[in-house]
C-alpha cells in the first residue's frame, strides 16, 4: 500500500439514479456554472474524478454537485450533502482552535510542548514550540511514514498518551524552526494541548468552538460506532479497478485528520474565515502567514497564476489525503471565490486529477476557458 502523506476502466455514471441526481442540481446552468459543469462531467467520463463539488465567486455559490457513487454496492449516488472523510483539511479546523485558546491567553505561540504535556519528553519538548506545531517546522518524525505504519497501524483504537509516547515521541530529524517538512505528528500533538488547556476532549471543542456556531450540522469528529446518514464510503484505485478502503480507527487520525463533512459546511467554514466570528482578524493573519515556504499556521499560502496574461494570485490552500479519499479546498481570499473538491477515491492519479481540476475551475472563475481535453 501507498505511503500516504497523508495531507493525515472509466467512472461512468452506473445507474439511472445517479444521472438523474446529476441532472436535477444542475438543471438551469448557465455561464460559468455550465462550463463548469461541462469540464466536471468529462472528467468524471474520464475517470478522473468521484465524489462532491462547490465552487463559488465573490461568496455566492455559483455550482454545486455530486459525481459517481457515495457506495458503489449499492449504487448510491454522490450528492453536495455526502458526508465525506475530509482528511487533513481536519488540520486547519485544529489550528483555529489552537488560535482560539492563544487569542485567549490559555496558549503561547512560543509556548513550549512541555509546559502543556508536562509528562512529555523534556529534551525535546523543551524546543519545540506551539508555532513550530502549526506550521509543520517542528523537526519531528511524521508519524504516517515511520516503518509500516499506513499498512498495519489503521485497525487499532489507540489511546491518547499511548499513541503520543509510542509515536509521537521520536528523536529530531531536524532543528525546531529551521525546515519545513509536513507532519502529522504535530498536529496530534496540538490536539492533546487543546485538550489539556480546556479540560474538554477535541469532539467538545470542534463542536463547541466551531461547528455549532457556524451551523455545521452536517460535519463533526469519525466514529465507526454511530449510524452516520449520507456517509460516503472510500474506495481505492489498484491496478486500473476499485477496491474498498481498509477498516479504520479513526483514532489513529485524530486531530491530525479524523473530521468529516459536506461542500456545503465547508462554505460555511470558508464564509466565517473573512469574519471574526471565531477568531480575531490579529489571529486570523498569523494563520495565514508564510513561516518559511508556503506553509502558514494551518494554511498553505501561495501565489497561482490565472488569466490569459499569466497574473498571478494569493491563495491559500490545504489538500487532504488518506486510504479512500482525497480532498482539496482553496480560497482566492482577494476575490472571494472558492473552489471545494471531496473525493471518495483515492490512489492511482486521482492526486493529480484534484489539481488538474482545482486548476481548470480556477482558469473559469478568472475568465480563461479550459481545454480538458488536452490534461
Known amino acids: 500500500m501507498k505511503k500516504y502523506p497523508f495531507v493525515l476502466g472509466n467512472l461512468l455514471l452506473s445507474s439511472t439514479l445517479a444521472f438523474v441526481s446529476v441532472a436535477s442540481v444542475c438543471f438551469g446552468l448557465e ?7 461541462a469540464m466536471l462531467h468529462s472528467a468524471h467520463e474520464k475517470g478522473r474524478f468521484n465524489g462532491a463539488v462547490l465552487v463559488a465567486e465573490a461568496g455566492k455559490i ?25 482528511c487533513s483539511l481536519t488540520k486547519p479546523f ?32 523543551d524546543k519545540i514550540t506551539i508555532r513550530h506545531l502549526l506550521a509543520h517546522v517542528s523537526g519531528l518524525p511524521n508519524y504516517t511514514m515511520i516503518g509500516d505504519f499506513m499498512e498495519t497501524r489503521l485497525r487499532t ?16 530529524v531536524t532543528e525546531p524552526g529551521k525546515v519545513y517538512r509536513y507532519n502529522n505528528t504535530g498536529y496530534y500533538l496540538l490536539g492533546a494541548i487543546i485538550e489539556e488547556v480546556t479540560g474538554k476532549s477535541y469532539e ?48 489513529w ?28 482578524q490579529k489571529y486570523r493573519r498569523i494563520m495565514m502567514t508564510p513561516l518559511l515556504e508556503e506553509n502558514g499556521c494551518g494554511w498553505f499560502v501561495k501565489k497561482i497564476a490565472v488569466g490569459e ?12 489525503e488518506m486510504p479512500g479519499f482525497r480532498t482539496l479546498i482553496t480560497r482566492m481570499i482577494e476575490d472571494r471565490h472558492l473552489v471545494i473538491l471531496l473525493s471518495n477515491v483515492s490512489g ?13 475551475i480556477i482558469r473559469i472563475l478568472y475568465r480563461d476557458s479550459p481545454d480538458s481535453g488536452k490534461k
Not at 309 to 320: A, L
Open 31 to 37: 455561464g460559468k456554472g455550465a462550463k463548469i459543469d
Open 62 to 86: 455559483i455550482y454545486k454537485n455530486g459525481f459517481g457513487m457515495a457506495n458503489r454496492e449499492w449504487n448510491i449516488p454522490n450528492t453536495p450533502d455526502t458526508r465525506f472523510r475530509i
Open 94 to 125: 485544529t489550528a483555529m482552535l489552537a488560535m482560539q485558546l492563544v487569542s485567549e491567553g490559555k496558549i503561547q505561540l512560543d509556548g513550549k510542548i512541555t509546559d502543556y504535556l508536562p509528562d512529555y519528553r523534556k529534551d525535546t519538548g
Open 157 to 172: 483504537p489507540w489511546k491518547r498518551d499511548e499513541f503520543i509516547t509510542k509515536f509521537c515521541s521520536g528523536d529530531l
Open 204 to 251: 467538545e471543542n470542534l463542536t463547541e468552538r466551531i461547528l455549532d456556531p457556524l451551523g455545521m450540522k452536517d460535519s463533526g469528529y469519525i466514529r465507526n460506532e454511530p449510524i452516520l446518514e449520507r456517509r460516503a464510503s472510500g474506495y481505492i484505485r489498484k491496478s486500473g479497478r476499485l477496491e474498498n478502503d481498509p477498516i479504520m480507527d479513526m483514532s
Open 253 to 280: 487520525a485524530w486531530s491530525a485528520g479524523a473530521i468529516y463533512s459536506t461542500v456545503e459546511d465547508l462554505y460555511l467554514w470558508d464564509r466565517a474565515l473573512y469574519t471574526d466570528r471565531l477568531l480575531p
Open 309 to 320: 496574461n499569466g497574473e498571478k494570485i494569493p491563495c491559500v490552500y490545504h489538500p487532504g
Open 348 to 360: 492511482g492519479e486521482q492526486a493529480k486529477y484534484n489539481d488538474l481540476i482545482n486548476e481548470e
